[in-house]
């Protein structure tokens, strides 16, 4: 490592990797501080963390700039008092060609540009403001518990294609079949022939157990004993095997990821948020408005503007106008969890919030298709939610129709 001279303020270049982080280090004139390989290991991180309590104790302001706003080696970086930039990897990407043409790259070089861009483009960056631990206990739970319904979602589509190649009647009978009734009708049934040599009285038994209505007990025997497509026997009997060890596993995910969602709600209960949000569709139940609020996190200053927020979760268009050519993209690049939670909480405002069924039928009838709608509908919604973020008053369905009523007669006006 060589070291020059002190100054006020040192660049830190972190090219991250999960066992070695490549580490460059410039003072404000460009010069080059200093250069580190950094295991991820105890002795590696502590004698990193010393080298940086020594400059922080010789009065050198650090900043690093790194392509990943959270994370181990974030919340390192954190604790020992630098303040992180986090980059996007595609501006690092553009940003090489300013310093090598050629296009090869290295994770040393790859630090010198992070350095180096952090140096002479912070003032249009933001450097990583971190929420609180309750905060980012959320966002990891809401997260996991999405990469579990994930999980359960490719188990189920799996499932799906291999009935519809053998025995496609359980398809027929149920319109989900990760549920309980479905899976048990499969597993008692796993087969074609199983189902031709039902029993009417079997089938009453099975409805009972599973508290079918009369209507439908008639009406789902009926399916149940409509003829079927001749099936070779090879193929049911290598088919029938798959598909009981994938009953098996998502009989297991179905119940995890409804515990895994209770756990997220009670924690989320346990929060300061969860009064404020306690008014918002959705509310009493499931983990959209966790998931929302996991999001946007409560660090102070996080967001600049309700469209901050806006473009953030997708939620609004993006314009590109040049000369006389003016094109609305719909926006890419957004946070994709976000802008889920946000489809989902505008989806079931329709049928909890009587202002926001009339905007959808407004949006509707201006020609926008059903999704276009539910966008512009979840925009609205981030709007009131950022109110709520930044004053820390709980949603009044009442005071915003208020609120509606008389923008709408000063428009009159």
Not at 198 to 213: G, P, T, V
Not at 258 to 267: I, P, S
Not at 313 to 342: D, Q, W, Y
Request: proline share 4%; hydrophobic share 40%.
């Amino acid at each position: 490592m060589e070291v020059k001279e002190k100054v006020k303020r040192y660049y830190l270049g972190v090219d991250w990797a999960d066992e070695v982080h490549q580490v460059w280090v410039s003072d404000p004139q460009g010069n080059k501080v200093a250069d580190m390989k950094v295991t991820q290991s105890p002795e590696g991180m502590s004698e990193w963390g010393r080298w940086l309590h020594e400059r922080r104790a010789e009065g050198i302001e650090l900043w690093a700039a790194i392509e990943k706003p959270e994370g181990r080696i974030v919340d390192f970086l954190l604790d020992d008092g630098v303040v992180v930039y986090p980059i996007n990897p595609k501006a690092v990407d553009r940003a090489r060609d300013r310093f090598r043409m050629s296009g090869s790259k290295s994770d040393l070089f790859d630090a010198y540009v992070l350095s180096e861009f952090l140096r002479t483009d912070h003032g249009h960056l933001r450097a990583l403001r971190p929420n609180s631990e309750q905060a980012q206990e959320l966002k990891m739970l809401t997260r996991d518990y999405q990469r579990l319904v994930t999980q359960r979602t490719r188990l189920l589509n799996q499932m799906v294609a291999t009935l519809k190649e053998y025995y496609p009647r359980p398809l027929d009978l149920f319109t989900d079949i990760s549920t309980e009734k479905a899976l048990d009708f499969i597993k008692q049934y796993p087969t074609p022939e199983a189902v031709n040599e039902l029993s009417r009285k079997q089938w009453n038994r099975f409805a009972r157990a599973h508290r079918f209505s009369q209507d439908e007990t008639e009406q789902l025997w009926k399916t149940v004993k409509a003829p079927q497509l001749s099936i070779p026997q090879h193929v049911v009997r290598a088919k029938a095997k798959l598909i009981a060890v994938l009953v098996e596993q998502l009989e297991v995910l179905v119940k995890a990821t409804m515990r895994y969602a209770g756990e997220v709600q009670r924690f989320f209960a346990s929060m300061p948020a969860a009064k404020l949000v306690s008014g918002l569709p959705g509310a009493k139940s499931g983990t959209t408005l966790a998931s929302v609020w996991a999001e946007i996190g409560d660090a102070p200053g996080r967001w600049q503007s309700f469209r901050h927020l806006q473009a953030q979760a997708g939620s609004v268009p993006l314009t590109k106008e040049s000369g006389k050519v003016r094109v609305v993209h719909f926006r890419f690049s957004c946070n994709k969890r976000l802008r889920h939670a946000v489809y989902w909480l505008a989806f079931t405002s329709l049928n909890q919030s009587e202002w926001a069924k009339v905007y959808y039928r407004e949006q509707r009838s201006k020609g926008h298709n059903h999704h276009q709608a539910i966008r512009a509908l979840g925009a609205k919604w981030l709007k009131i939610i950022f109110v709520l973020w930044k004053d820390h008053k709980p949603y009044d369905e009442n005071y915003h129709l208020a609120n509606i009523t008389r923008q709408r007669m000063r428009q009159a006006a």
